[in-house]
């Protein structure tokens, strides 16, 4: 009998730990801290490449789950975002491009944000969280989103002011001009104002702050003070643009490489017996269209560390402005209650196959970083377990107590954590 009693008091105990768990997550008011980071492989610390320099995404990960198995559902800026934020196959959304509108195919389709602004949150984003090309005016980054209208930093491309003036004349040439698509536009500017026009690469000694990131950061960090404020909790969106084209960083981060110890894609070449259809007709894709890269390749042994060189200082220079995010997050004592999720939209080719950029169903092109880090009864880890973009809405429901709704395709992730 004894026995017995003790076994009911146990699962008691247990019954009122999960009712007392549950209530904490709903007392706290779980934050949430949303990362998206444009083109970014996992060519990251941690995820075991020993090159790099990521400190602060690493630290990030020792607080979280590194999911090293992650595909993104179709790697294309547009397509792979409309996908992940409305939790929604792009046979759903029907954005398989950057032109389709994704509320013009789905007027009611529902967007995480959204959702989590229905359940008494408030909702705020910086920099690019949509692409712009594929929700509404392009402006309010799908304005049924936020209860905050979303904000837009006015930001250099590039710091060296001889570039952006031979941009301005040249694009004054072709004004008028239709193109099919952007980067066709962008490489007819490139030949018109020559080799200063758009470079793919940068490396001037400059403030953080001169480029989009870092001025997304500080504005980011300004809403994060704001929001603290606040009874409500908060969904923050901070997209970075870094690593995506062009390769501009501040020099200190290029110093941080040698070109020396950067090595080259192994592996160059068409697969053997490979299908023509699974490369891209123009293997350069969007890195053609600026005006150091010719339109066809091969690239030269140079170019391409140059380029690898580039990516891997924007990577940096990424990472530092994440820091900024976790610092701030901290310094307002907001880590105890706060979700925080980075994700790149897809991966990124480097010269895998003699392919560069993305735009194709290859492991580079598709494999995509994830880490989520949960300040509830979480411990870090590395799953190897195939996981999707469209298991993140059902995932931050979980890690935040809401109910996960029921038209969702994909799966929570938290039994991985």
Known sequence: MNQRINSILSCLVVIGFTISFSSTLGAQKTNVLFIPVDDLKP??????????????????????????????????????????????????????????????INPDILTIPQYFKN????????????DNRCVDNGQDMD?????????????????NPE??????????????????????????????????????TESMEVPDDTYGDGANAITAVRMLEKLSKAEAPFFLSVGFSKPHLPFVAPKKYWDLYSKEDIALAAFQNRAKNSPDIAYKGNSLGEISSYSDIPEQG?????KQKELIHGYMAATSYMDAQVGVLLDKLEALGLQDNTVVILWGDHGFHLGDHGLWTKHTNFEQAVRSPLIISSPHGFSANKNNTPTEFVDIFPTLCE??????PAHLPGKSLVPLM
């Open 43 to 104: 060519m990251l610390g941690a995820y075991g490449d020993p090159l790099i320099k990521t400190p602060n995404i690493d630290r990030l990960a020792k607080s979280g789950t590194v999911f090293l198995n992650t595909s993104c559902q179709q790697a294309i800026c547009g397509p792979s975002r409309a996908s992940l934020l409305t939790g929604m196959y792009p046979d759903y959304t029907q954005v398989w491009d950057l032109r389709t509108k994704m509320r013009d």
């Open 119 to 130: 359940q008494g949150y408030t909702t705020a984003g910086v920099g690019k969280t949509f």
């Open 143 to 159: 304005k049924p989103s936020w209860s905050i209208p979303y904000l837009k930093v006015n930001s250099k491309k590039y710091a």
């Open 163 to 200: 570039v952006n003036s031979a941009w301005e004349k040249a694009e004054k040439l072709v004004a008028g001009q239709k193109f099919k698509v952007n980067y066709m536009r962008a490489k007819a500017i490139s030949n018109l104002g020559g080799p200063m026009c758009r470079p793919s």
């Open 298 to 302: 091969p690239l030269s042994t140079q």
């Open 399 to 404: 890690l935040t107590n809401l109910e996960i």
